[in-house]
């Protein structure tokens, strides 16, 4: 895009650095594991799911030792969500967020990236979580884009679409999103010590509800 600089002059803005802040979703922003409260949420919708319970233990031991990977982890972990149709899913969903949100979410953030939004600073959530289940949080709190493990529902299951969206792979679809264009995390907020949180200029880590200044190792 082309403006008047105080010259007087056309200057180009197509290569100004966009800021950006990014936030955890699980354990962080909201204070609760998303999936396992919405697995909680389901059954209480359709009893019979409660008997994945044991099977979802199974592979989060199997992810916990390293034999499977998170991408494997994911795809297995949602099979409770078999046989329920992607609108019925988000359906269930915005129920599910509109009972949980604002109570049980970090106050604090929230300010912080209210304020972050009030300065022109573009806001998005990367979170490992299932976008069909995630996105409808955002339609109570607006946000400039999120990211989540996609899928795709086939033959009434769903199948992970590319990567799971962890660590290095939120790098990568904010990468895709951007394109050419230069973005800066100015600010990023996670319970874990992931690469938003290392590319950041400034970052917290969550812990029990509490930000702490994350400093990176020289």
């Given amino acids: 895009m082309l403006t008047l600089n105080s010259s007087g002059s056309m200057a180009d803005n197509s290569n100004k650095e966009i800021k950006i802040a990014v936030f955890d979703l699980n354990k962080t922003f909201y204070n609760k594991s998303s999936k396992d409260e919405f697995f909680k949420f389901i059954s209480t919708k359709k009893p019979h799911k409660v008997a994945y319970y044991v099977q979802m233990l199974y592979y989060k031991a199997l992810l916990k030792m390293h034999q ?52 022109g600073v573009q806001v998005f959530c990367a979170t490992g979580g299932l976008e069909i289940y995630v996105e409808p949080l955002f339609e109570l709190y607006k946000i400039d884009g999120f990211f989540g493990t996609k899928a795709n529902y086939t033959d009434n299951t769903y199948l992970v679409d590319g990567k799971a969206c962890k660590n290095e792979e939120k790098i990568a679809r904010l990468d895709e999103h951007f394109g050419d264009k230069k973005y800066r ?4 907020y996670s319970d874990d010590k992931e690469e938003i949180v290392k590319q950041a200029d400034k970052a917290w880590l969550v812990k029990d509800g509490e930000l702490k200044p994350y400093k990176k190792q020289t």
């Fill in 68 to 119: 499977i990977r998170q991408t494997e982890f994911k795809e297995n972990f949602f099979n409770y969500l078999d046989n329920i149709p992607p609108k019925q899913v988000k359906a269930y969903a915005r129920e599910f967020w509109e009972q949980e949100y604002p109570e049980n979410f970090n106050q604090e953030i929230k300010e912080r990236l209210d304020k972050l939004k009030k300065d």
């Fill in 185 to 188: 995390i100015v600010e990023a």
